[in-house]
């Protein structure tokens, strides 16, 4: 019983990313990881990103992963980490072939760090 939790717990943390391995990435001159905002809201609700985040809507995202590098790693986020949308655009990207995270603790942690934001 024991050994099913850990694998469980090894499973679900291997879909999740540090916030500091994205920091880290985005300081390098030619970045591994690509940021997608997965947020179904328009901009003008969102009113803040990620620095350098690609807005892609979950809703969307399957219409548009042949516009997508095969070779980055794509960290997906949403509001928070209660959300299912990073889950469902995570799901997404992994189905089709595509090494991807979702953003530990979602754009809320990432505020919450006052980790670099840009208006949009």
């Not at 990313?17 to 001159?29: E, G, N, Q, R």
């Not at 591994?32 to 969102?46: I, S």
């Given at each position: ?40 809201a ?77 208006e949009?």
């Amino acid at each position: 019983m024991e050994t099913e939790k850990i694998n469980f717990l090894k499973t679900y943390l291997s879909l999740y990313i540090s916030h500091f391995a994205v920091l880290a990435d985005m300081k390098k001159a030619d970045p591994e990881m690509v940021v997608l905002d997965v947020r179904n809201a328009p901009a003008q609700v969102k009113k803040n990103q990620i620095k350098g985040a690609v807005a892609l809507a979950a809703k969307d995202l399957a219409d548009h992963l042949d516009e997508l590098d095969k070779s980055k790693t794509y960290v997906v986020y949403d509001w928070n980490a209660g959300t299912t949308l990073g889950k469902e655009a995570l799901l997404t990207l992994l189905s089709a072939g595509f090494k991807a995270f979702e953003l530990a603790s979602a754009l809320e942690g990432w505020k919450g760090m006052n980790l670099p934001i840009e208006e949009i």
